[in-house]
């Protein structure tokens, strides 16, 4: 093709950056006026433009610039049309958007397009305005295909989760996510609730430790004008808000007791009293929570109220942890990586020894360290190649994340300083385990690692001749049904090869769906 016939107009020096951040659209039309004009407007708000007079000149472009993050097609023009635009798109980067641009006569082929995977139209003539509202609409879209590749794995445990998650997402009861800090437990939260039936409605998050208890009260249940001192307007809270959609409570352990006892309610009556309010409000809300804390536990120290535990149980799900997914580290820091450079407009890879040290580390931040990692090492990488000293990772960290102490082992009568690491491991390991009665689950919380790391070296030690079976307790020492049911289920979930993925509906029952 000739360079002749495609422009491409770049703003983005310093002066004239902006939250588009040299985002590139492709802008296809064969009428000079319009295409130009959209370029220009699109420049002002900061975009890269590059442009295309027909489709041929258009494929050719979406073929040789993977970068381009928007397609904004003309429906009817000479040889390949704006449909046809879209198909190749569609086949050449699927995840591109594109929006068709159409005369009003023409609309019912714009529907077509939509149906075909535009995402949406524009009937000519059109004000900024509403290119402007699309664009934002189609950049948002992008952000959550973006958090979406933190799901993608390879790991048999948390595809188990996916697909389950998946299959309970169609159901109203609400939904507990358990999992350390950077597990991505808020977007799963997110994906349950684009996989829904309500997919269509309000997605409202509120972080419960991030606010004192009085300004998350009336943030979350709204009040009426004249309720308190500064009430000068009625406001909706986050339930009224989310009603018809779903409503993630991030960080529910840390909720206020008083707060839990109206929470509670709103889970069984469904509606809410704003404050200052003299008639309850009728809600429909679906509750997504996350936790990073065991709430069983809370509940025993009198921190979480057991109805309330009960109530979020149903449906639970367990994130495990970066370090237990080893497969999934070197695809999402690819993933990581790619994104990362598209922003800054080159390539890069990493080298076999960044890759090494990626698969090697523990990520104790999770997900979330990793991103930041490697977005900080493609700024700080000089040429096309990440390689280790980009990345900066503490090789302290590669060590046992949990070391017996030195004045423990010495009064057990170890000898710290002839023994391997494996070999205080193993001892610490099998202790633990014989002083929780056998319960594997409760010994791999109490040292800090994932059920099934334990599973697989207890299986080690019992191939090597150690003993690895104790007597289990069902009894914990109390009467509640919180200790009961909780047993069985962790006596269960001890022996069963399914993961951490429960769905318990009854408080006496632990069933596995």
Known sequence: MSSQTVYAIKNCGEKDMTENGCRKILVVDDEVGIRRGLSTSLQALGYEVVEAPSGEEAVYQISNQPDIQCILTDYKMPGLDGFDVLKEAKKLHPETPVIMMTGHANIHHAVSAIQSGAIDYLCKPFGMEDLERLLGRSFKNESKRESSADLETSDPQFSLILRRAKKLAKSEVPILVEGAS???????????????????????????????????????????????????????????????????????????????????????????????????????????????????????????????????????????????????????????????????????????????????????????????????????????????????????????????????LSQEGAQPNTQSIKEMEREVILESLRAHHGNRTHTARALGMSLRTLRHKLKQYREHGYQVEFNRQISIGKNSPLDASNAQLEAFRADSSVGEVFACPDKGKGENH
């Not at 280790?388 to 030195?406: N, Y």
């Open 182 to 408: 950077g597990t991505g437990k808020e977007v799963l939260a997110r994906k349950i609730h684009e996989w829904s039936l309500r997919s269509s409605g309000p997605w409202v998050a509120i972080n419960c430790a991030a606010l004192p208890s009085g300004l998350l009260e009336s943030e979350l249940f709204g009040y009426e004008r004249g309720a308190f001192t500064g009430a000068v307007e009625r406001k909706l809270g986050r339930f009224e808000q989310a009603s018809g959609g779903t409503l993630l409570l991030d960080e529910i352990g840390d909720l206020d007791l008083s707060l839990q006892a109206k929470l509670l309610r709103v889970l069984q009556e469904s509606e809410v009293d704003r404050l200052g309010g003299k008639r309850p409000i009728a809600v429909n809300v679906r509750i997504i929570a996350t936790t990073n804390q065991d709430l069983a536990d809370l509940v025993r120290q009198g921190r979480f109220r057991e109805d309330l535990y009960f109530r979020l149980y149903g449906m639970r799900f367990k994130l495990p942890s970066l370090k237990d997914r080893p497969n999934d580290v070197v695809s999402l820091a690819e993933k990581f990586l790619v994104r990362e450079a598209n922003k800054q407009g080159r390539s890069l890879s990493f080298s076999s020894e960044a890759v090494a040290q990626l698969k090697n580390y523990p990520w104790p931040g999770n997900i979330r360290q990793l991103e930041r990692c490697v977005e900080k090492a493609a700024i700080l990488a000089e040429g096309r190649v990440v390689v280790v000293e980009d990345l900066e990772l503490d090789d302290g960290a590669l060590e046992l994340e949990r070391r017996p102490s030195r004045d423990r």
